[in-house]
């Protein structure tokens, strides 16, 4: 079992709706809980960090995470072509842990 | 947020020469830096764990020979690629931890080093 699952995707939403995107993690002792976004061919680039059970608004985005389920995931609202990227989910313990991504597609 | 440079951002070298790449924390000290691997359409694969004034930490497969990694200061860190062949181009990142973040600790990127060994 994979320490941190995301599915690979793609994810496709039109413009200016939802997406959502989901991450589970295996090691209940995981404290704090990270969302990248990375562009095809650059490198990662955190939007989104958690640290408690709930919702963390920041703009379009919305991180929520439940610990007792074990999972965190991102909602980006009025999704724009911009945001297609693959996202990364990352979890941290002893060290930052990464998902295998979710590829977005907003189509206009 | 905190600032990581690579350089350089990209390199093409002949099979059998060895590469350099630089990494540096521009804002804040890095105790720990780490170097990543990424194929293309392949998630992120963590190389090694570098931490200043002590020698770094290995993944499991990476060869310590071959992936020289030296973090001499603070706010540098470098990943030497012995006797490149074509089997190691890749897209090489590298992150920082600021340490100031204590538990929350969080990972800062580099914009990533792309090397192509003909």
């Known amino acids: 079992q994979k320490e941190v699952e995301q599915n690979s995707g793609p994810l496709s939403v039109p413009e200016g709706a939802i997406a959502s995107l989901n991450c589970t993690y295996s090691?209940?002792?995981?404290?704090?809980f990270f969302w990248y976004r990375q562009y095809s061919g650059k490198s990662p680039e955190l939007i989104m960090s958690i640290y408690s059970n709930g919702d963390k608004e920041d703009g379009r985005f919305t991180a929520q995470l439940n610990k007792a389920s074990q999972y965190v995931s991102l909602l980006i609202r009025d999704s724009q072509p911009s945001d297609s990227a693959t996202y990364l989910c990352?979890?941290?313990?002893?060290?930052?842990?990464f998902g295998g991504g979710t590829r977005l597609m907003v189509k206009p | 947020g905190a600032v990581v440079s690579q350089h350089p951002s990209w390199v093409i070298c002949k099979s059998g020469t060895s590469v350099k790449i630089e990494c540096r924390s521009l804002d804040f000290q890095a105790t720990t830096m780490f170097w990543y691997r990424q194929f293309p359409k392949q998630s992120l694969m963590l190389m090694a764990t570098?931490?200043?004034?002590?020698?770094?930490?290995?993944e499991q497969g990476v060869e310590k020979d071959k992936f020289l990694i030296n973090h001499a200061s603070l706010t540098l860190s470098t990943l030497t690629v012995t006797s490149a062949h074509p089997e190691d181009s890749s897209f090489y990142i590298c992150s920082a931890r600021d340490p100031l973040a204590g538990v929350r600790d969080t990972q800062y990127f580099g914009p990533g080093t792309r090397l192509t060994v003909l």
């Open positions: 990352a979890v941290n313990l002893h060290m930052l842990t």
């Open positions: 090691d209940r002792g995981s404290q704090s």
């Open positions: 570098s931490n200043e004034g002590s020698k770094a930490t290995y």
